[in-house]
């Protein structure tokens, strides 16, 4: 398994608040991604990162940014959190020679907002 | 834009049962095909995948071909057993040589009773 850790696992929060998720990597894929988990809708992107300090949009970013300052931590922020955001949010990376496509989950975030 | 669709479920087989999922979409380019799997309370994991027109990705008995005629990238799997409950996700990646990010389906639950 790739070694992808998120932290913390469990978070509840208040409306308005700022959350950090943290998500760290020990194989140095250039890669890394945030998704959300929602019932009903599957997976959606919300940033990805491919590169220090090099981030893009994806599907469903408002209301989040993220940031990349080493190669293995890549931090997405609600910058006020709302019950909108309530959900589970993965990790994930990729980015090995031969499995550019390829993308290893983290086990998940799963954020209440109250 | 691109996207992928797939039967939602709950699909509930018996043990032993033929197993078909299907999975179709619509990509602007030449994508790349993949099953995950998510057991209940964890991440997703890489199921299989396809790179190319007519390629097929197997593993664990698991398989799918990748048919560009069709749009399609259904699983298979001849003789299903209790520990193949979990949810399926079809994706797919059009990144072109970069990574931007999957695009998943909204996932299959399959239930397998013995």
């Known amino acids: 398994d790739a070694g992808i850790t998120q932290s913390p696992r469990h978070k509840v929060t208040e409306t308005g608040t700022p959350v950090t998720l943290r998500c760290h990597q020990t194989e140095n894929h250039r890669y890394m991604y945030w998704y959300r988990q929602d019932p009903g809708h599957g997976l959606r992107l919300i940033h990805y990162s491919y590169g220090v300090k090099d981030t893009d949009k994806g599907e469903v970013s408002d209301g989040y940014s993220v940031s990349r300052s080493k190669t293995e931590d890549f931090l997405l922020t609600l910058e006020s959190a709302t019950s909108s955001q309530t959900s589970v949010y993965f990790c994930?990376?990729?980015?090995?020679?031969?499995?550019?496509?390829?993308?290893?989950f983290g086990p998940g975030t799963r954020l209440t907002v109250t | 834009g691109n996207s992928v669709t797939q039967m939602e479920g709950p699909v509930t087989l018996s043990e032993e049962a033929f197993l078909t999922i299907n999975c179709t979409y619509t990509a602007t380019g030449y994508p790349s095909l993949f099953w995950y799997v998510q057991y209940p309370g964890e991440g997703l994991q890489l199921l299989l995948k396809?790179?190319?027109?007519?390629d097929k990705g197997s593993n664990k008995g698991f398989e799918a071909t990748y048919r560009k005629e069709t749009t399609s990238f259904h699983l298979e799997k001849g003789s299903v057993q209790v520990s193949d409950s979990a949810v399926y996700f079809c994706a797919l990646t059009d990144s072109g040589g970069g990574a931007d990010g999957l695009t998943f389906g909204k996932g299959t639950h399959l239930i397998i009773q013995p």
């Open positions: 396809a790179t190319k027109a007519d």
């Open positions: 994930a990376i990729s980015g090995l020679a031969g499995e550019a496509y390829e993308q290893y």
